[in-house]
């Protein structure tokens, strides 16, 4: 999708097992940002950053960090990963259309903790 | 707690028929973006309005926004089997925002053929 590479694309880990997924850009936007979808849920942003090693808190940010030590990766991690972190994440960058943000988004990651 | 409500959850349609989706909202936003979503993919952004605008066009889309009631619509003409995806609004505070978006959870839009 668009300059946008996730992965893994699907993994399936065990409670308490550290999960890290990887979202690389090839388009040198500054603008990154995690996702989870959940049925009843749409989207929900987890982290975002502003540049290299800027980084934020979304609306559910707990149980996970992120990393970005260079500008076109952007990792997540689960420290210790539980059966609610079961979802489907979704990396987006941030372009300019029209003189607003606008989003586009990666191909998700599907993440089963059994 | 999700900025935007859509309405309805879900929606099946004949082709040739219109859709209409709605979206609510709760603060204050620079503009609204609706984003469709195929089974087993990503987004992908379809529309942006902006806080002064009332209605925006782009092919066979047609998005209202209503500032006073915090509302806004998608409107899909002659919809097409094609078009059969899940719809989201995503609302953008501006100001230091940093881009982010505030998703609603979506309707299912079916089109039968």
């Known amino acids: 999708d668009a300059g946008i590479t996730q992965s893994p694309r699907h993994k399936v880990t065990e409670t308490g097992t550290p999960v890290t997924l990887r979202c690389h850009q090839t388009?040198?936007?500054?603008?990154m940002y995690w996702y989870r979808q959940d049925p009843g849920h749409g989207l929900r942003l987890i982290h975002y950053?502003?540049?290299?090693?800027?980084?934020d808190k979304g609306e559910v940010s707990d149980g996970y960090s992120v990393s970005r030590s260079k500008t076109e990766d952007f990792l997540l991690t689960l420290e210790s990963a539980t059966s609610s972190q079961t979802s489907v994440y979704f990396c987006?960058?941030?372009?300019?259309?029209?003189?607003?943000?606008?989003?586009?988004f990666g191909a998700g990651s599907r993440l089963t903790v059994l | 707690s999700q900025q935007g409500e859509e309405d309805p959850q879900a929606l099946s349609i004949q082709e040739g028929e219109n859709a209409t989706m709605n979206c609510s909202y709760k603060?204050?936003?620079?503009?609204l973006q609706w984003y469709r979503q195929n089974s087993g993919r990503g987004l992908v952004h379809l529309i942006l309005?902006?806080?002064?605008?009332r209605e925006k066009h782009s092919g066979r889309l047609r998005v209202t926004l209503d500032t006073s009631k915090k509302s806004s619509s998608l409107l899909i003409t002659a919809s097409r089997a094609a078009d059969t995806a899940s719809y989201f609004c995503?609302?953008?505070?501006?100001?230091?925002?940093?881009?982010?978006?505030?998703f609603g959870q979506g309707t299912i839009l079916t089109v039968h053929p």
């Open positions: 987006a960058i941030s372009r300019q259309g029209s003189g607003a943000n606008v989003l586009t």
């Open positions: 388009e040198n936007h500054r603008y």
């Open positions: 950053s502003y540049g290299v090693k800027d980084t």
């Open positions: 603060t204050s936003i620079n503009n």
């Open positions: 309005i902006r806080s002064n605008e």
């Open positions: 995503a609302t953008d505070a501006g100001g230091t925002s940093y881009g982010k978006l505030t």
